[in-house]
């Protein structure tokens, strides 16, 4: 933000003057990268009444083009609502306001905005005397403007006019029409309105290629203009679709198209089972008019490979986000190189990042290798790729970019050494070990929860994530009245608990669970568990890695510090989990997307993930009661905020990155003898909607990364694991804080 020690910036200069500081500061004292600093020059309100707030708009967005020439390689961004707090409760207005301001910005470089997309107008659908007032008011064009708005806000004309459009649109011709059911996701009309298209158009396909793909462009050109937003694209992707469903049979046999502007073939590679992101690309990709042929998940290089070479693919896209996925995407860049591909590589998901694509997967494949952070650049970064004009200039800022950041990651691994495993160990956490901190469960070994009632998981649903998904940023309940986001939130979160109520009264989702508690022991950095009370008979041990990158203080973590070792005499326990909420969900995707709606196989899909968490809330309430806090009696809000004693780390997470350890928790759980979750080679959960971890119970016990990790580490981590260094190398890759041999 554009704050320091004298206050808020309002100024072109001072604006400039505080991000050119504090880029120097994140850059040189704190070592950020130029990519990851995203600087809000401040929005602010104007309209006020006060003539010094005549600026605001008019001077952010020239401190946007200013910054973004200086240092084109941060981001910036800013919270759109409040420029238009002076007209709270007038929300024609408010929209037409963000919209143009939007519409500026962005070609001024504004990279990203707070805002609610769901009630934001489309630039070229407000009223001319209405964008005439907004824009006198951003421009600040003449001095009366905010009385001239005021004025307009006071009657109801400009909300006349923009409800009107609801009314006249089924007045126009049919090509009007449906571009304006495209643009707005409409499809009561839309059946009926492509009859009367038949009678005019000679084919189907000339339907298809004509007004309906015009209608796509239009939403591509907005999309990528920061005029459409993605729940937007999300719903125009079904009346698109719905359309081609409809008129397909009406085609003579062998009538094909052109295949739109190119094709390419997206998958979650092999061993991991997530695929909303990838969806949602997808979806964004159709609205542009590209062919898309998704193969969903957990699909094998040769699978991609052998449909890209015979579906004459211009593109492959990548997807994945559990970590060992970063390992099968460079195995795939490889597959692509020894086999003479040529076309571009597109990497994307959760655990994805331009470094990893420089450093690890680019230098496998000898052609276009780009990482792509999110769906809204999906479409210009594909756009490029097939452009000629266009291609050789991206291709070329793609490979200095990477060349930089290969650079970068050897000088800094270079630049910032991290302690010897041994001076870690040594400088682990003194945690207070005494009678409190250790208690027998009411219980030893597994337990099984069949049939689980989703009712019951409701109350433990933390809501803030679910609308992540969706690109609507805010904590619920507070996002509710959020008053840029607040309206959207309603729409989607009434849509959610719909859809809620629906599947738990027909059942469209099994969940259960298994759980349980053993007695342990840590042994260095192992966690050893144990058959029996009196702890002669080892059964498995869970393997740990402790942090090893300097801090100002000590304290030096790993799991195992949580677990009580032989020399103190007390009798210590760790407990484990897994639960699922995804059981045939399947067949309810499968039916949305049968009736081209993606829209809510979507919402499913998030229901669901959001559902195994709160099962896995719902578990360690249960398991902390069984265990040390009987007496525990917490709010549903406090749980959320995890104001209880205790964690639950799962494998693969920054606690315990090497998502092997996962095999261990199943076999000690007897989680695939007992339940419907299994592991894939990759260690990834099927059904998607499933949490494990394990529980540790001392007071003192807390979440922490492990970080970078260094070689005598890993060394230590492969002997104690039985694997070589290499295998070691391969799970722990995006901890290792050295460039491994070959």
Not at 274 to 302: F, Q, T
Request: charged fraction near 25%.
């Amino acid at each position: 933000m554009a704050f320091d020690e004298e206050g808020q910036a309002t100024s072109v200069e001072r604006r400039v003057a505080i991000c050119e500081r504090a880029c120097r500061l994140l850059t040189e004292k704190a070592g950020l990268d130029w990519p990851d600093i995203i600087f809000d020059p401040n929005v602010l309100a104007v309209a006020t009444g006060m003539e010094e707030h005549n600026d605001y708009a008019l001077t952010f967005i020239e401190a946007i083009r200013a910054i973004k020439e200086r240092f084109p390689r941060i981001k910036t961004s800013g919270g759109i609502s409040n420029l238009s707090f002076a007209f709270r409760g007038n929300e024609p207005v408010r929209r037409a306001m963000h919209a143009s301001f939007l519409y500026h910005a962005i070609r001024a470089g504004l990279d990203m905005g707070i805002v609610n997309a769901g009630q934001l107008a489309l630039y070229e659908e407000i009223p001319p005397d209405l964008l005439e007032r907004v824009e006198d008011v951003l421009f600040n064009r003449r001095p009366d403007a905010t009385e001239r708005l005021v004025q307009f806000a006071e009657t109801v004309e400009g909300q006349e006019q923009l409800a009107a459009q609801e009314e006249v649109w089924r007045s126009g011709t049919v090509e009007e029409r449906l571009k304006y059911a495209l643009i707005n996701g409409k499809i009561e009309h839309l059946e009926a309105d492509l009859q009367e298209a038949l009678a005019v158009y000679p084919t189907p396909l000339s339907l298809i290629e004509g007004p309906l793909m015009a209608g796509m462009n239009v939403v591509g050109e907005l999309f990528g203009a920061g005029k459409m937003f993605l729940p937007q694209v999300v719903k125009t992707a079904r009346v698109m679709k719905t359309a081609v469903a409809y008129l397909e049979p009406l085609m003579e046999k062998g009538q094909q198209g052109q295949g739109g502007r190119g094709k390419i073939v997206m998958a979650t590679v092999k061993g991991d089972v997530h695929d909303i992101g990838k969806n949602i690309v997808g979806v964004v990709l159709r609205c542009n008019n590209y062919e898309v042929i998704d193969l969903g998940v957990m699909v094998p290089a040769e699978k991609i490979l052998a449909t890209a070479r015979a579906e004459g693919a211009d593109l492959i896209g990548l997807s994945g986000l559990i970590t060992p996925s970063l390992e099968e995407m460079v195995h795939v860049a490889r597959e692509m190189e020894r086999q003479g591909f040529t076309i571009p590589l597109l990497i994307g998901g959760a655990t994805t990042s331009r470094k990893h694509t420089a450093v690890k997967i680019a230098p496998a494949y000898h052609h276009p290798t780009l990482h792509v952070l999110d769906a809204s650049r999906a479409p210009a970064t594909v756009g490029s790729l097939l452009s000629p004009q266009a291609k050789a200039e991206l291709v070329e800022a793609n490979q200095q970019e990477q060349e930089r950041l290969r650079e970068a990651f050897l000088g800094g691994r270079e630049e910032k050494p991290l302690l010897s495993c041994a001076d870690a160990r040594a400088a682990a956490p003194a945690l207070v070990w005494n009678a409190a901190a250790v208690a027998r469960p009411d219980f030893l070994g597994v337990r099984h929860l069949a049939d689980f009632p989703l009712a019951e998981l409701v109350p433990y649903i933390d809501w803030s994530p679910f609308f992540h998904v969706w690109e609507l940023r805010g904590a619920y309940p507070r996002i509710l009245d959020d008053p840029v986001v607040g309206e959207e939130a309603k729409k989607l979160y009434a849509d959610a608990r719909a859809m809620l109520d629906q599947l738990i009264a027909e059942q469209w989702l099994g969940a259960e669970a298994v759980y349980g508690f053993f007695p342990a022991r840590r042994v260095g950095d192992d966690i050893a568990v144990y058959l029996d009370p009196a702890r002669q008979q080892e059964r498995l041990r869970f393997h740990t890695l402790r942090q090893q990158a300097q801090k100002r203080e000590g304290g030096y973590l790993a799991l195992a510090d949580f677990v009580a070792g032989a020399e103190g005499g007390l009798e210590d326990y760790v407990g484990g989990f897994a639960v699922t909420a995804g059981i045939g969900i399947e067949a309810h995707v499968a039916r949305f997307e049968r009736a081209h709606d993606d829209y809510h196989a979507i919402l499913l899909k998030a229901l669901a993930d959001r559902l195994a968490e709160a099962f896995a809330e719902c578990l360690h309430e249960r398991a902390r009661r069984q265990w040390y806090s009987p007496d525990e009696a917490l709010p549903p809000g406090e749980l959320i905020r995890e104001r209880y004693r205790g964690i639950r780390p799962a494998p693969g997470y920054p606690a315990c990155p090497d998502h092997t350890e996962k095999r261990l928790l199943f076999d000690l759980l007897e989680v695939e003898a007992r339940t419907a979750i299994r592991l894939t080679e990759s260690f990834a959960m099927h059904p998607a909607a499933s949490v494990s971890g394990l529980y540790f119970g001392h007071p003192q016990a807390r979440y922490f990364a492990v970080g970078r990790l260094g070689r005598d580490q890993v060394e230590d981590y492969a002997a104690r694991k039985g694997w070589s260094l290499a295998e070691a190398e391969r799970w722990l890759g995006p901890n290792l804080g050295y460039v491994p041999a070959g």
